[in-house]
């Protein structure tokens, strides 16, 4: 079986939309992060939503955590305001640490793909033909393919 029949429809969002946008549909879908690709739909890294939600504590609690326990709910309301105006792009972790998403080619193997996932401890990998994705599949996906011979 080959990668591209097993990769499944998954969101993935050009670096330079709305990062509120963003946040909702990994919110609406609960997903745990989401596809981040260029103006040519190639993957350029992944978008955890623990960064999202990172993004969305102010500094000062970043710092001193005890300070979240202090905050009125009023502030917690407002903390999707963060994102307004923002871009994907910039709520991507600086370069050095940035998540790389790990691609495989459509016609690589199902053990293939589990290597790659495993090697790069990563819940998806994206599917490429052409350097433009085509799915993506997730460590879920795969555990059910290769669960299904059994």
């Known amino acids: 079986m080959q990668a591209s029949q097993i990769a499944e429809d998954y969101p993935a969002v050009p670096v330079d939309s709305d990062a509120l946008a ?3 549909l990994l919110a609406e879908h609960r997903l745990p992060g989401i596809v981040v690709v260029d103006g040519n739909s190639a993957p350029l890294a ?3 939503a623990s960064q999202v939600v990172r993004f969305l504590v102010p500094g000062y609690v970043l710092d001193d955590p005890s300070l979240a ?4 709910e009023s502030v917690a309301d407002r903390v999707a ?4 105006g923002k871009t994907v792009g910039e709520l991507l972790p600086e370069s050095k640490s940035k998540v790389v998403v790990p691609v495989a080619r459509a016609d690589d193997t199902v053990v293939e793909v589990a290597a790659l996932m495993a090697r790069c401890r990563s819940p998806l990998v994206a599917v490429v033909d052409e350097k433009r994705i085509v799915g993506v599949i997730t460590a879920s996906r795969l555990l ?3 669960l299904s011979a059994t």
């Open 22 to 24: 963003a946040a909702k």
């Open 46 to 48: 992944v978008l955890p």
């Open 69 to 72: 326990g202090v905050l009125s």
């Open 81 to 84: 305001e963060a994102l307004r």
């Open 144 to 146: 059910q393919v290769a």
